[in-house]
């Protein structure tokens, strides 16, 4: 029997990679004589670029760029074997887990440092970007990431602007006269699993800006500045984009990047499947198992789990999740096209010892899944 393993991580406790190993000893356990392949998976959020480089038989470069606040860190993007293919995460240079609680002020934050992680990507001479964007500490449509790569933003008495959320309401102008020219000649596709629109009670501002540290009457004046900067914005690049599903998503850069990188939004499970080949795997398997910590609502509008069951549907090859949390319905189950699915918690427990005890409780559960499904295939 051939069984492919391709989950995405169980966060804060287990990698994909480990998800990977606990998974295939349990499908060794339950059957020894399985032929067992291990894909890692991600959605676009944290961990993604790691996965692609991986899969691109990649490398990492490491560079100083400015945090959410503006301070120098180090941190590192993906380069492709071939050297064509950055491989970046706003995430490491403008995301939310840089900040402690206290410093976390949507105003205040930039995503400058991604840009500067896209500006060192074009000096070493690639020819396609693939940006992930889950995890963000901003709320400004990624014109910090615009002015590290040469846009500049002016208020009304022609005064340059700070690219923070503070300066969204106050933008008048917007100067793209020096933007960086080598964009013209990548292709830069953003891995997003949001589909909400830039502004408005679904946008960026209301829906994550609490998360980031905005209370409400913050959350007000984000809005409005995403709505003043689609104003600016669509009179000066001749498009507007604030309603394009993933606008809003890392509190606007998604918009942000349709703007000023002319990228393409793309949902990332997709992106990740595509470059690792996984359909071809799927095709041949007699079973493919996935999971993730949390299975919800959420988890069916488009995460690893989303996708995996799509393809699975289309070769007929059924679909087993497992995850630390399982919030869906069997109804939900059934019309997502998943085969089964289950917790791997054995017993009453708090978070801290599910996430210390993730590995056993995995392996087991798989253990347990694959006797059953064998069991059946038998009959």
């Known amino acids: 029997m051939n069984i492919l393993v391709a989950p995405d991580k169980f966060r804060g406790s287990?990698?994909?990679?480990?998800?990977?190993?606990?998974?295939?000893?349990?499908?060794?356990?339950?059957?020894?004589?399985?032929?067992?392949?291990?894909?890692?998976?991600?959605?676009?959020?944290?961990?993604?670029?790691?996965?692609?480089?991986?899969?691109?038989?990649?490398?990492?470069?490491?560079?100083?760029?400015?945090?959410?606040l503006g301070r120098e860190i180090e941190t590192e993007y993906g380069l492709s074997h071939d050297k064509q293919t950055a491989f970046i995460e706003m995430a490491a240079a403008s995301g939310l887990a840089l900040l402690s609680v206290e410093e976390r002020n949507p105003l205040l934050t930039s995503t400058y440092g991604?840009?500067?992680?896209?500006?060192?990507?074009l000096d070493k001479g690639v020819g396609r970007i693939i940006l992930g964007i889950g995890g963000s500490a901003t709320t400004e449509g990624g014109i910090g990431m615009a002015a590290a790569l040469g846009c500049r933003f002016f208020d009304k008495n022609n005064a340059l602007l700070p690219p923070n959320g503070a300066s969204l309401n106050a933008i008048h102008a917007i100067d793209i006269s020096q933007l960086d020219t080598r964009l013209k000649s990548v292709s830069v596709v953003v891995a997003c699993d949001v589909t909400n629109p830039l502004f408005g009670m679904n946008g960026a501002a209301f829906v994550y800006g609490p998360q980031k540290g905005a209370d409400s009457d913050m959350v007000t004046t984000l809005d409005s500045g995403l709505k003043n900067l689609t104003k600016?914005?669509?009179?000066?690049?001749?498009?507007?984009?604030?309603?394009?599903?993933?606008?809003?998503?890392?509190?606007?850069?998604?918009?942000?990047?349709?703007?000023?990188?002319?990228?393409?939004?793309?949902?990332?499970?997709?992106?990740?499947?595509?470059?690792?080949?996984i359909t071809d795997i799927i095709e041949n398997s007699d079973l493919v198992i996935t999971?993730?910590?949390?299975?919800?609502?959420?988890?069916?509008?488009?995460?690893?789990?989303?996708?995996?069951?799509?393809?699975?549907?289309t070769y007929g090859v059924p679909l087993a999740v497992v995850c630390g949390t399982l919030q869906i319905t069997p109804e939900q189950v059934r019309s997502a096209g998943i085969t089964y699915a289950v917790s791997v918690l054995n017993r009453p427990m708090d978070l801290d010892h599910a996430q210390?005890?993730?590995?056993?409780?995995?392996?087991?559960?798989?253990?347990?899944?694959?006797r059953l499904f064998f069991s059946n295939r038998k009959n």
């Open 356 to 370: 210390q005890e993730a590995f056993g409780l995995v392996r087991d559960a798989t253990f347990h899944l694959v």
């Open 114 to 121: 991604t840009g500067e992680l896209i500006k060192d990507a």
């Open 232 to 277: 600016v914005a669509s009179e000066t690049l001749g498009k507007d984009v604030s309603k394009e599903p993933g606008a809003g998503a890392a509190g606007g850069l998604g918009a942000g990047c349709l703007w000023f990188l002319n990228a393409t939004l793309k949902d990332g499970v997709s992106i990740v499947m595509d470059q690792s080949n």
């Open 14 to 68: 287990l990698e994909a990679a480990d998800v990977c190993q606990a998974v295939t000893e349990g499908i060794l356990l339950a059957y020894p004589d399985a032929t067992v392949t291990s894909i890692p998976l991600a959605d676009g959020g944290e961990g993604t670029s790691r996965i692609l480089t991986g899969q691109a038989r990649g490398s990492y470069v490491k560079v100083r760029v400015s945090d959410p």
């Open 291 to 313: 999971g993730e910590g949390k299975v919800d609502e959420q988890t069916l509008a488009g995460k690893v789990v989303k996708g995996l069951a799509d393809s699975c549907n």
